[in-house]
């Protein structure tokens, strides 16, 4: 049983449109995460999502990404104006109410293709 | 950057033989998870050690910490085909919030 269903499984966009993933966690986890994967590349940290509110991000998380929980429940990524190079697997994770001793759980992630 | 590095970065194996996957790191951690990747597909946890473990086992894994070489390994015992994948190893520094993944070791079990 998935921990994490992320939607859409694949998105297909034109560069400069507007994206938004989706991510619903099973459980009502408190710490949520966004991580990016460029084909056969490292996994990249974006964001970490705390009590909703970005607890953490990093430097490729810029201005032309954002994240929400609309409505208690998913959890989203927006990416504004997409290019190129965002084309990437999207993996949303979640782990438990105490971060430093439990794994993350991931979902199958979303993959974006930008032309 | 506190981000793993696996190496070798690719490994071919024939079924029923050990794999050995390393892992280093490079500033403090709290522990050091190994996960598995099939291709197109999200990341699996398989194992987690802590700072204060040496070794740790669960099934045909072995990993192992060294924390004063920053380094750690994941060993599956008597491959088959069906652990072929990748396998990256993943770090949360003692300061912060973020889970920091390596570049993977992509793994090939031929039958």
């Known amino acids: 049983e998935p921990e994490v269903t992320q939607t859409p499984s694949h998105q297909v966009t034109q560069m400069g449109q507007e994206v938004i993933l989706r991510c619903v966690p099973i459980s009502n986890h408190l710490y949520f995460y966004w991580y990016r994967q460029i084909l056969g590349q490292k996994v990249e940290f974006l964001v970490s999502f705390y009590n909703n509110e970005i607890s953490e991000k990093s430097e490729i998380f810029d201005d032309q990404f954002s994240v929400e929980r609309p409505d208690g429940s998913n959890f989203t990524l927006k990416i504004r104006s997409t290019k190129l190079e965002d084309s990437a697997m999207y993996f949303c994770?979640?782990?438990?109410?105490?971060?430093?001793?439990?794994?993350?759980?991931f979902g199958e992630g979303s993959r974006l293709t930008v032309l | 950057s506190q981000q793993g590095e696996e190496d070798p970065q690719a490994l071919s194996i024939q079924e029923g033989e050990n794999a050995t996957m390393n892992c280093s790191y490079k500033?403090?951690?709290?522990?050091l998870q190994w996960y598995r990747q099939n291709s197109g597909r999200g990341l699996v946890h398989l194992i987690l050690?802590?700072?204060?473990?040496r070794e740790k086992h669960s099934g045909r894994l072995r990993v192992t910490l060294d924390t004063s070489k920053k380094s750690s390994s994941l060993l599956i015992t008597a491959s088959r085909a069906a652990d072929t994948a990748s396998y990256f190893c993943?770090?949360?520094?003692?300061?912060?919030?973020?889970?920091?993944f390596g570049t993977g070791t992509s793994l090939t079990v031929i039958p």
């Open positions: 500033t403090s951690i709290n522990n």
């Open positions: 993943a770090t949360d520094a003692a300061t912060g919030n973020q889970f920091y």
């Open positions: 994770a979640r782990t438990g109410t105490r971060r430093n001793t439990g794994e993350l759980f």
């Open positions: 050690i802590r700072s204060n473990e």
